[in-house]
Nanobody
Framework: QVQLVESGGALVQAGGSLRLSCAAS????????MGWFRQAPGKEREFVAR????????NYADSVKGRFTISRDNARNTGYLQMNSLKPEDTAVYYC????????????????WGQGTQVTVSS
């Protein structure tokens, strides 16, 4: 029902910024909560941030609080992750997920996944 495409990943120096985008198909994007997740080589995929369908609720992993901002533009069927003050430990493939439940999206159970976009932060 939902197809997602992430973009915006790049190679950036520590302290730099990137904005990731998650473009969704269909006309029901606002019915889905959205989450951002990341996976570094040899590591488990981990939660980064989530946002409710209306954008009224957000939540962040402690590791990115104060540096990352999740947002969405439902008129454009697109979600965003603004990443500032990037650190080498932020290096990972970043994935978005659209899910009917704001509570469940962070568990990485169900929903629709994109293919990911690579973020590399050099020191």
């Amino acid at each position: 029902q939902v197809q997602l495409v992430e973009s915006g990943g790049a190679l950036v120096q520590a302290g730099g910024s990137l904005r990731l985008s998650c473009a969704a198909s269909g006309r029901t994007f606002s019915s889905y909560a959205m989450g951002w997740f990341r996976q570094a080589p040899g590591k488990e995929r981990e939660f980064v941030a989530r946002i409710s369908g209306s954008g009224g609720r957000t939540n962040y992993a402690d590791s990115v609080k104060g540096r990352f901002t999740i947002s969405r533009d439902n008129a454009r069927n697109t979600g965003y992750l603004q990443m500032n003050s990037l650190k080498p430990e932020d290096t990972a493939v970043y994935y978005c997920n659209a899910h009917p439940s704001y509570d469940i999206v962070a568990t990485m159970r169900g929903g629709y996944w994109g293919q990911g976009t690579q973020v590399t932060v050099s020191s």
